[in-house]
């Protein structure tokens, strides 16, 4: 549940904190007065894109910050955890900042995250619905759950995930197995190559104490005729 939206230097807003109570919550006035705003900054929170065109005029950036109570919310606790964010006694504080060069910084219970580790996030925690919008039905995840759930396919669905899972992890598995008969085929034909060269090398036994002695005597020779040239 969202529990405190502050917005600050948004558009036309200058500083707003907006506690809510558990239920509706509805806000109403005049044409003009934020409440849309209000509304587009909840969206900043959850992942929207933003431009330095939101920062009131006269300031350097706006700031969009909001506390969500999602304790009871196993999807988002597990949502938080897959981008490396504790939730400090299911508690969720996130806060956004964009400059007007457009540039975005992002927090979530006080560690820098990423606008898509927000928008992960959010998710599960905000749907925002509009006259020609409803944020989360234009997923394909969601329009899957809304229809097994529709076909009463709960039990049917788990089965496919788990057998997907077991196929990828096959898949994945046999590849592995590819890559590694490849390396092996690739290591046998060096090895042939090697042999050849040494076939058409044919060396014979104690050659190489004869070459090693061959050396060492040219190496004496030249070392006596520089010292005849000197």
């Known amino acids: 549940m969202l ?15 907006l506690p809510l109570r558990p239920g509706l919550n509805v806000l109403t006035g005049e044409t003009g007065a934020g409440k849309s705003m209000l509304v587009d900054a909840l969206a900043l929170l959850v992942g929207e894109r933003a431009s330095g065109d939101l920062v009131r005029p006269g300031q350097d950036r706006a700031v969009v910050e909001a506390a969500f109570e999602c304790s009871a919310s196993a999807v988002a606790v597990r949502t938080a955890a897959d981008v490396g964010i504790d939730l400090d006694q299911g508690e969720l504080v996130v806060r956004r900042e964009i400059n007007r060069a457009g540039r975005n910084r992002a927090w979530a219970n006080g560690s820098p995250a990423s606008v898509g580790a927000l928008a992960a996030m959010g998710g599960p925690l905000v749907d925002l619905h509009g006259q020609h919008e409803a ?7 969601v329009q899957r759950e809304i229809l097994d759930a529709y076909a009463s396919a709960g039990d049917a669905r788990a089965l496919v995930r788990t057998v997907f899972a077991d196929a990828r992890a096959l898949r994945n598995e046999e590849r592995t197995l590819q890559e590694r008969r490849e390396e092996v085929k690739r290591r046998a034909d060096y090895l042939r190559h090697v042999v050849e060269e040494i076939r058409a090398a044919a060396p ?9 002695t061959e050396a060492r005597r040219l190496a004496n020779a030249e070392e006596v005729t520089g010292l005849a040239e000197r």
């Open 204 to 212: 014979a036994i104690g050659e190489d104490e004869a070459l090693d």
């Open 3 to 17: 529990r405190e939206l502050r917005v600050r230097d948004v558009a036309v807003i200058a500083d707003v904190s």
């Open 135 to 141: 944020q989360s039905l234009l997923h394909a995840d």
